[in-house]
C-alpha cells in the first residue's frame, strides 16, 4: 500500500542514513558509492514489487519488463520473494540469468557470422577479488533497500487492519 512514491521516500531516508553512517565509519568514497548504487538500483529497478506486473518500478523497465513477466506471473505479490536477503539474491540472480543468456546468444549469433569476439575478462585473481568487494558493497545496499521495503510494507498493512480498513484490502494488489 505505501506505494512506489512512499517506497521511495522511505528508502531515500535510508540512504542518506547509511551514507552517513559509512561516512562516520571511515568507509571509503567508493564503497560508500557501490552501497548507495545497491540502495538505489533496488529501490528504483529491482524493487520487490517487480512481483507485480503492473507496478510502477516495473513500468520504469519498458519494453524489457516482459522479461520480467515470467518472474511476475510466478511470485505472488508480496509472498516470500518480498522477504529481503532472499527476495534480493533471487532478483539479482534473475538479472543476472537474463545477461548471461544474452551473452550466450549474443556470442553464438557472433560466431555465426563470423565475428570472433572474447567475452574473456583477463586480469589478475587480485583483481577480481577487489572487485568483488564493490559487488558486495551494492548487494549490501540492495539488501538494505529491500529491508526497508519489507518493513514498510508489513507496518502499513497492520496499521490498516488495526484501524480496520478491510475495504483497502484489494487495493492492496497495486502497492
Ligand atoms: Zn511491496
Given at each position: 500500500m505505501p506505494g512506489f512514491v512512499g517506497h521511495t521516500t522511505a528508502n531515500a531516508v535510508v540512504l542518506a542514513g547509511t551514507t552517513a553512517f559509512m561516512w562516520w565509519q571511515g568507509w571509503s568514497v567508493q564503497d560508500i558509492l557501490a552501497v548507495d548504487a545497491g540502495i538505489g538500483i533496488s529501490t528504483l529497478v529491482l524493487s520487490p514489487d517487480m512481483d507485480l506486473f503492473n507496478s510502477k518500478s516495473m513500468e520504469?523497465?519498458?519494453?524489457?519488463?516482459f522479461f520480467w513477466w515470467p518472474y511476475a506471473r510466478l511470485v505472488k505479490h508480496r509472498d516470500r520473494m518480498h522477504i529481503p536477503i532472499l527476495g534480493t539474491t533471487v532478483r539479482w540472480l534473475y538479472v543476472l540469468g537474463i545477461v548471461l543468456l544474452f551473452v550466450v546468444l549474443f556470442r553464438f549469433w557472433f560466431r555465426r557470422i563470423g565475428l570472433q569476439i572474447e567475452f574473456d575478462f583477463a586480469g589478475d585473481t587480485d583483481d577480481i577479488i577487489y572487485n568483488l568487494l564493490y559487488v558486495v558493497d551494492i548487494y549490501i545496499g540492495a539488501v538494505l533497500a529491500d529491508a526497508c521495503h519489507y518493513v514498510l510494507d508489513v507496518a502499513t498493512t497492520e496499521l490498516k487492519r488495526d484501524l480496520g480498513g478491510n475495504h483497502q484490502r484489494s487495493r492492496d494488489r497495486y502497492a
Open positions: 520504469d523497465w519498458g519494453l524489457l519488463r
